[in-house]
């Protein structure tokens, strides 16, 4: 079965830090572009850090720059997300997702898989 899984949520206070991880089975990410995306509640889903297999590049939202680093376990076929100094404003459920061709880091159109989330809770 083709699947990803988000862990790694929960509650922290401002100015702290977690470490999202997205496990997949079924397929590697070997040669997909791979994303990290955000849904805060009553807001579209946006998002946060892509990487482009075909250049290697990495596109960061804004508000994740500098803050917010995507990197991968090519032996666990798992990829993670670290946030740091986050902001209650960075409240959302995050969703990983991978696929062939990522056309736009914004909305995530072009992912063939998506995971089903985890809750990031930042207390202020």
């Known amino acids: 079965e083709v699947q990803l899984v988000e862990s790694g949520g929960g509650l922290v206070q401002a100015g702290g830090s977690l470490r999202l991880s997205c496990a997949a089975s079924g397929f590697t990410f070997d040669g997909l572009d791979i994303g990290w995306f955000r849904q805060a509640p009553g807001k579209e889903r946006e998002g946060v850090l892509c990487?482009?297999?075909?250049?290697?590049?990495?596109h960061s939202a804004d508000y994740a720059a500098g803050r917010f680093t995507i990197s991968s376990d090519n032996a666990e076929n798992t990829v993670y997300l670290q946030m740091n100094n986050l902001k209650p404003e960075d409240t959302a459920v995050y969703y990983c997702?991978?696929?062939?061709?990522?056309?736009?880091?914004?909305?995530?159109?072009?992912?063939?898989?998506w995971g089903k989330g985890t809750l990031v809770t930042v207390s202020s």
């Open positions: 997702a991978a696929g062939r061709r990522l056309t736009s880091c914004s909305d995530g159109h072009g992912m063939d898989y």
């Open positions: 990487f482009k297999s075909s250049d290697g590049s990495t």
